[in-house]
């Protein structure tokens, strides 16, 4: 089994018609994906790659009820609102690949899944993969291959070059679930990490964090609570980073100095999971710890 | 985007919400001696510098004449703070304070959420107070469909201990907060302290971050409060860096770094890091770059005079490795100044990519365990 | 309370929602005919009354050159529309109308909920169509604590045909009209017809109404746009009973109806109806009414020249009878006009009431019955 | 039993310093209800009529946590704010007294008490009263007595002049419910016909409407479904009043001609609920409608 991009998702492209969006519609078709329609409000009765184009999500969905997912390539100013549509027309699962959205946006918008217990991917992602069967995203799929370890990535470009070179030492990825680089994101490390503990292919799991944020602290607690207890291997980029910009005294009072690489570090050392110093020393980890699972 | 004091009080003036009075001057010969009188001494003199310990680098002072007010100001105004020429002062006010507050509105990445943070230990050490004594800090989210309920205020207000005839006017500070808060697409509303004089609260230093991203929606609105540039980098490069697109931080080290995307550029830096050298800086080129922009990202590492050698390390999924290679191709043909550099390139198209650099005579590696261990050997003669 | 439709289309100028281009005159001596030749004939005059039908009733007429206009502004000027005297009329540009929808948001007191209202059959008739072909009418509830989804006024604009190129406008349109039902209190912002023309979408006829019960915040924001005075009633004396807090209007009865809440009055109106009589108005004093209030009240009906019988139907809980028995006797000392009158009063200190009002020589009754009966029989005669 | 106002009530007085609050908390104590604290920001420590006063419902509820309901005499620019801290602080019975609460606040308090599912009695009510048993309301106690009608009235002085009018031919009431007056309410006339449908005690429901709205037919559909068993005798107000405002087009395509006298007794008639011409008339058309439930 894979986690989130299985063989049952029948997608629909919001914002299908502009460059990112049917691109990506192309790219995705050629991995398998069952792209279904497509939106983007005024172009309805288009069609981009075969893909047929409506004005509206209800109406796409009027074509095509078995749409249960989305990914999301509309403009930042717009996004909110695109997402509304696809929720309140029953879409449980949304990729939102759109960067720069406005923060308090972001804020409304995992408000407002959550309460219609909707899966936001994102902002700001390179998507989903489950190699050899269903990619919603945009990563480049020759990175990816079909295997056992579960990635879980606040970076894209990482997360290509972890599977990557997992794939040089013959690790493939049931799942890849980048989620997305904003300080806010609909789906949390933990609860992408709590995805594959349930899978029963995956046999460990790679977590790439990043400075900032206390996301990889709060995976962390629960490995450390055994909420999450298939073998870890974690990267924390940004050590050697810049310091992120200062929120005036509030970041400082709220994080009580969680965010940084030594707390993230810390957290993870605590917790007993495997950490590796540069993304490159990961296939390493990760063989090690499947041998110790054994 | 952080915004300058004197510019978010001009917002607090909008919003009703009392600051002391004042006025700015940006040159010593403008400063009027009138206007200093009407205010009446002691004064405060503030440096408009967009950084936090500005009072403690000195850029905070009382004046109790016109003599001393005249010295502070054009000293402030021909120094630097923690990097940044003090182009502006404010002049203030100075108002007796019986008792400082914190207040502030931001966005709590964890709870994922707006909070609103309140607490009776108001002034500079905030932080280190509520390190050691958390439950001096009051923290309520606020529902950002519902927003921020009068109630939730006053018991704030209760619970800090603001007297009795001060909390109608707290409250109507609060609210005024976060309207602006909303309004403004803050990530961070604060004022610290907000006093309570014998003439009521006071807003007496505030702080507003504006979220980048909401610019296609704010910046008219801003350009009202904002006479500069918005779009500034704290130096000429990341300022210039910033117009391009590209997300550009200079560093102490002498190793300059050019990635695509965030977490390699930062994985990076670790990796150089860790093999005993330091970033000059951090240069994200981002998502699918072009030949022009690579071009400029690497020119402007090269015009930098801190940067010993520059390294470049890419993973082509969206970017395509050759646009990348004939970038930087083009930026070493403009040079000036003659800088090591070593390039790692991976991924879609870096066969073609690396076969251009190799004719243009650049270091070229697959691996990123090659291309640091030449880097290394560079960086030791 | 219903503004009128220029001082609704300021409104709708401030929102930047496109209405033709116009200008109002209170005094013929003031049409300036340089004004109305800018605006190019043929014209539109339209009486500003808060009626509904205006036009049918001949208040919205069509002019082709200046001496038309003339004659026409000069004639309405001096008329009244289903009452209303004419003040002011709006000289509007005539646009040439390619189709017409009707958009509005209101409260749906079913519901108890906001909705979006639209349709592709606006204009005059628009109640009767959708009477008859109600599937033509699209109705949205809208989340008061989430808002106007940007998507669902598109789909509603796919749904009415709106032409693609409009479609944005439209959704302009519906976006600023929702700001202006929130920001102003409405109980109703209503554009009828919304008018397609060559030029794009134009709102020809908008109506808004305030909740009075907001005016607590919107008194200051309204008086930017209008001049007169805000509590009015369409009467002199309604508006008299207004600013005193009674709950007054006047019918084309002859029996004056004063009771205390609007269920009670309500019922004793109907049972004067039943009763064959017709009343002349239905005033409640509400609750708790002090004997000044009474006195002014009874002295409303009193003053009427219509109403020949006044009957008072009182119930007392929080209201005291003894301080109603007062203020009628009070006002009937000062009376200038002698009137039949007829007291039926029960509950809180109704026998100090009915003992004060025999002494008055006042018919005070305990039971409904009674007094209706003595009602009945003074009215024949 | 009773509905709603029945001997577990304890109740809290918002707004009980102001003039009303103060008058009507002596009121209800002779009454027997338990008026256990009351709330005034800023009046905290204070003392009306032996209750104590707080500045918040959170420090009311510290000290006694025995409240569950609450009666609301806040000025009406405050009330919404006043409604917010109750359901905030669990309190799941409210009974709002101020009149003229802006319409939008209303339409706000409403869909924040169904979310968590309070219930909302008012606005601009008397209130409810389970006669020598509890009051939460402003209704002037001699004009009820106990018995076996429900009483759901829109109306204040008609209720009081109802429930007087049951009394003089020996019916009482189990409970009186001020739906309120306004234009919309937290309760509705249906909602509280399904109350005493459920209680035992109650053998016949008395409704007092009013011209406006629809809650009224929406009751007579219910009672036509038998949705309501219980015997119902009605009296709808205004069949000789003024037409009320014109709410634009919009009034008239919305009701699509409900809400009018004819309307609403259109309805009931259709139901086979017994209407009273008068309110006079109520209690003959109640003997009647018991004498042929036996």
Known sequence: MVVLADEKRYVLVQGITGREGSFHTKLMIEYGTKIVAGVTPGKGGLNVHGVPVYDSVEN????????????????????????????????????????????????????????????????????????????????????????????????????????????????????????????????????????????????????????????????????????????????????????????????????????????????????????????????????????NAH | MEILEYEAKNIFKDYNIPIPAGFTISSIDKLNREKADSLGFPLIVKAQV???????????????????????????????????????????????????????????????????LASTEGGVDIEETIKEKPYLLHKVPIDPYIGLKDYVVRNIAYKLGIPKNNVRSFTFIARAMFNMFREFDAELVEVNPLALTDKGLY????????????????????????????????????????????????????????????????????????????????????????KARVKEAVNILLENPKVKAVFINIFGGITRCDEVALGIVEALKQAKLVKLLVVRIKGTRDKEARLILKQNNVEAYEDIEGALEKLRSLMVI
């Open chain 2, 50 to 116: 967009p950084v936090s310990g500005r009072g403690k680098a000195g850029g905070i002072l009382k004046v109790n004449n016109f003599k001393e007010l005249k010295l502070i100001t054009s000293k402030l105004l021909k120094c630097t703070i923690k990097g940044i020429p003090v182009r502006t002062v404010l002049i203030e006010k100075f108002l007796k304070v019986i008792k400082e507050y914190y207040v502030a509105f931001t966005i709590d990445y964890s709870l994922r959420n707006i909070v609103f």
């Open chain 1, 60 to 291: 796409a969905l009027k074509k095509h009820p078995e749409i249960n997912s989305s990914i999301v390539f509309v403009p930042a100013p717009f996004t909110l609102d695109a997402i509304y549509e696809a929720i309140d027309n029953g879409i449980k699962l949304i990729v939102v690949i759109t960067e720069h959205i406005p923060l308090h946006d972001e804020v409304k918008l995992v408000h407002y899944a959550k309460k219609h217990s909707v899966i936001i991917i994102g902002p700001n992602t390179p998507g989903i993969i489950s190699p050899s069967i269903c990619k919603i995203g945009i990563m480049p799929a020759s990175a990816f291959s079909k295997g056992s370890i579960g990635i879980i990535s606040r970076s894209g470009t990482l997360t290509y070059e972890v599977a990557y070179s997992l794939a040089k030492v013959g690790f493939g990825q049931t799942t890849a679930i980048g989620i997305g680089g904003d300080p806010i994101t609909g789906l949390t490390l933990l609860e992408a990490a709590e995805l594959f503990e349930e899978d029963e292919e995956t046999k460990a799991i790679v977590v790439i964090g990043e400075i900032g944020g206390v996301m990889e602290e709060e995976l962390a607690k629960a490995y450390a609570r055994g909420k999450i207890s298939k073998p870890i291997v974690t990267y924390i980029a940004g050590k050697y980073a810049p310091p992120g910009k200062r929120m005036g005294h509030a970041g400082a009072i709220i994080t009580m100095g969680m965010g940084s690489y030594e707390s993230k570090i810390r957290a993870f050392k605590n917790a007993g999971v495997a950490i590796a110093k540069t993304p490159y020393e990961i296939p390493k980890l990760v063989s090690k710890v499947l041998k």
């Open chain 2, 203 to 290: 807003a007496l230093d505030v702080r507003i971050i504006i979220d980048e991203n909401s610019l296609f929606r704010q910046k008219d609105k801003l350009l009202k409060y904002i006479s500069r540039e918005m779009f500034r980098g704290k130096t000429a490069k990341e300022e210039k860096a910033k117009t391009l697109g590209l997300s550009y931080v200079e560093l102490d080290g002498n190793v300059g770094v050019i990635g695509n995307g965030a977490g390699l550029t930062m994985a990076t830096m670790d990796l150089i890091g860790l093999h005993g050298m330091r970033p000059a800086c951090f240069l994200d080129i981002g998502g699918g770059a072009s």
